[in-house]
């Protein structure tokens, strides 16, 4: 089984990875080969872990030597972010759109060469919805409700999903889209999401050092933490086609389920976990504009799609905390 992971050393490319390897088996399957693709690689990521070969460059320029001997699984993670693709209108187009015209190509490619029909894991984004003047958005979204996008980064990722399923429909490949909720809690440094300011307030603080909060308290956001991301993108990967129970049904996406929380219950979580001094680095720090990104996606799902696909949501925002904390080996005054 071989397995090509794109921007797989990002935060949650690399996550995946680590997951795959810990498991051991895709499908039931040894997994013999797990190939990277990013543009940049950290000195020692997966250095000497016999199944890994990463692939440094530009998307597009690396997939032929990914595909120079079969692949059987893709998960397209390599995406530019929501706040980089408003500000950078052609970047987006480049990084969301046309690359994943290039993945899919040369999966289909193989396809028609008498290789390996590719499955094809997109992850997608809550961003392809957002309330339009004449279809507000309801009070619950599911995957039946009709996205449409309110950014430049939702439209670009819902045009992908929307050629996902031709190339599926053709026989082209089989692709299945995980719809992302907001990540949290993400190590290391924000990057350009709009969303980035929700790691950050819980992230920052424990490692002592003040978030600014773009957005006020009451704003609502769908989140998921890292392991229930991990986990969902794999069982939408491995799960079989089909109409039963338990078996993914047509080529509708499957939003990953929702944890639902206000920005002032996450810094009440916090205060609660890790004390007053921590929760108090968290600073309101007002942007219009990114507030009104955040507002426009929806923050309440129906989950009954991954619910009978055997996904959960986190169980609250503490927990969430608390998971950040053990898989990253911090301890706070009320945790030691």
Known sequence: MRIVVTGGHGFVGSALT????RRGRFRGEAVDSIVLLDKVAPPGAFDGVPLIHTIRGELVDTLPAAFAEPVDAVAHLAAAVSAECERD???GMRANLAST???LDAARTQRAQGGPLATVVFSSSVAVYGSDPAVP???VVSETTLPTPQSSYGT???ACEQVLADFTRKG???GRVVRLMTVAVRPGKPNAAASAFVSGIIREPLAGVEAPCPVGRDVQLAIASPR???AGILRIAEVERGDGPGQLSGRLPVNLPALTVTVGEMVDALRAVAGDAVADRVIHSPDP???AIVRSWPARFDNARARALGLEPDLDVADVIRHYLDDHGITTPRTQ
Not at 18 to 21: A, C, G
């Open 18 to 21: 680590s997951e795959l390897l």
């Open 89 to 91: 209108f052609d970047l």
């Open 101 to 103: 015209l290039a993945v």
């Open 137 to 139: 958005l309801p009070p």
């Open 156 to 158: 670009q990722k819902l």
């Open 172 to 174: 082209f490949v089989d």
């Open 228 to 230: 229930r991301t991990v």
């Open 289 to 291: 504009a990114i507030e």
